[in-house]
């Protein structure tokens, strides 16, 4: 976005944009500061907030440069906005709707945080029954009444999560977030405009969807520039291995091409149970390279200016599920730029605490160092409780770890 943001309701993973920073000031050390409860809400005890019924996210919605709190509760939408010294102001409910008393269902409706009409605060787009549904985020962190906006991508019309994956990006560069869906024909898209809106669906790819036998279960796809042109390209990991449409400037998608063979369901037997695969720019090039969480550690495969992809490399010996005994029910494993050099780092919940590995200039990784001894599976923490998050709270360009915990958020800032 400025490499294409995606924002996912069931991927926790949050790009975060490049940030120019000399490079006397950049730490070669990862550091965290002590965390510290920022707002006694939210959580699985204050407030009674829980994973299966209430997702939370960490978005700029003022557009100030700060990554806010929005949770979507019982009542309606939560906002605690982000201040400048890493805490928070106190949460408010600014729409009532979008919430679990109104309907909403996480394993029926997908919700995201995205910029929509391209003011750069990020609106809230939620998938119903009836279609889209958009909510315009105002400067002063409140949002306009939802609107249905497409009469199409909801349960109504047949999608559903464990078969139609839905993303927000801004595929032709006009710096609007679209509407993404993969169907049972393949992927569907309807772009933004700039009043909020969206055009209607057009099918743009006879591929990655579930009457091409791609399952969620099996097969993540996402959305991410892979050729630094600013827009956000297709990516699949299939049975044969990675596949990529690139996006071109009118919103349409050149045909799929098999850039690598790897990280595949067949080709490496990687499985979304024990593998988490990401898009993320960890050498600084703003195109997005391949970071997987393999058995023997974190694979990576380098963005190629063409849209293909360097040949697979072992560029650590941790974090996998051999290496290290990493497992996705219990150690959440993310890419944010942590020191600020525009590079994504690995950041790991494990068992001890946070683990941080930086990103070096030429796409390998520093060894793993535990920087936080809280946010871990020994602390008490639970992917099925306790979601966390890597955003920028105070808007000094380095991505903060966020926790939703057992007495509200927890910060522990970079």
Request: without cysteine; proline residues 4%; negative net charge.
């Amino acid at each position: 976005m400025t490499p294409a943001v995606v924002v996912s309701a069931t991927v926790a993973a949050l790009l975060v944009a490049p940030i120019t920073t000399p490079a006397s000031a950049t730490p070669t050390q990862a550091t965290a500061s002590t965390p510290e409860l920022v707002v006694r809400n939210f959580g699985y005890n204050a407030g009674g907030w829980r994973v299966d019924k209430h997702p939370r996210f960490l978005a700029d919605v003022n557009g100030d440069g700060r990554a806010d709190i929005v949770g979507f509760g019982d009542a309606g939408v939560w906002v605690s906005l982000a201040r400048a010294n890493g805490t928070f102001a106190d949460p408010q409910l600014v729409v009532n709707n979008f919430g679990y008393n109104q309907g909403w269902r996480v394993d029926q409706h997908p919700r995201f945080l995205a910029d929509v009409n391209g003011d750069r605060r990020a609106d809230i787009v939620g998938f119903g029954n009836d279609g889209v549904w958009v909510s315009l985020a105002r400067a002063n962190g409140t949002f306009a009444p939802a609107q249905l906006a497409v009469n199409n991508f909801g349960t109504a019309q047949g999608w559903r999560v464990d078969q139609h994956p839905r993303f927000l990006a801004d595929v032709n560069g006009d710096g609007r977030a679209d509407i993404v869906g993969f169907g049972n024909d393949g992927v569907w898209v309807s772009l933004a405009r700039a009043n909020g809106t969206f055009a209607d669906p057009q099918l743009v790819v006879n591929n990655f969807g579930y009457n091409q036998g791609w399952r969620v279960d099996q097969h993540p796809r996402f959305l991410a520039d892979v050729n630094g042109d600013g827009r956000a390209d297709i990516v699949g990991f299939g049975n044969d291995g990675v596949w990529v449409s690139l996006a071109r400037a009118n919103g349409t998608f050149a045909p799929a091409q098999l850039v690598l063979n790897n990280f595949g369901f067949n080709a490496g037997g990687w499985r979304v149970d024990r593998h988490p695969r990401f898009l993320a720019d960890v050498n600084g090039d703003r195109r997005a390279d391949i970071v997987g969480f393999g058995n023997d550690g974190v694979w990576v495969s380098l963005a190629q200016q063409n849209g293909t992809f360097a040949p697979a490399q072992l560029v650590l010996n941790n974090f996998g599920f051999n290496a290290g005994g990493w497992r996705v029910d219990r150690h959440p494993r993310l890419l944010a730029d942590v020191n600020g050099d525009g590079r994504a780092d690995i950041v790991g919940f494990g068992n001890d605490g946070v683990w941080v590995s930086l990103a070096q200039a030429n796409g390998t990784f520093a060894a793993a160092q535990l920087v936080v001894n809280n946010f871990g599976y020994n602390q008490g923490w639970r992917v099925d409780q306790h979601p966390r998050f890597l955003a920028d709270v105070n808007g000094d360009g380095r991505a903060d770890i966020v926790g939703f915990g057992n007495d509200g958020v927890w910060v522990s800032r970079n």
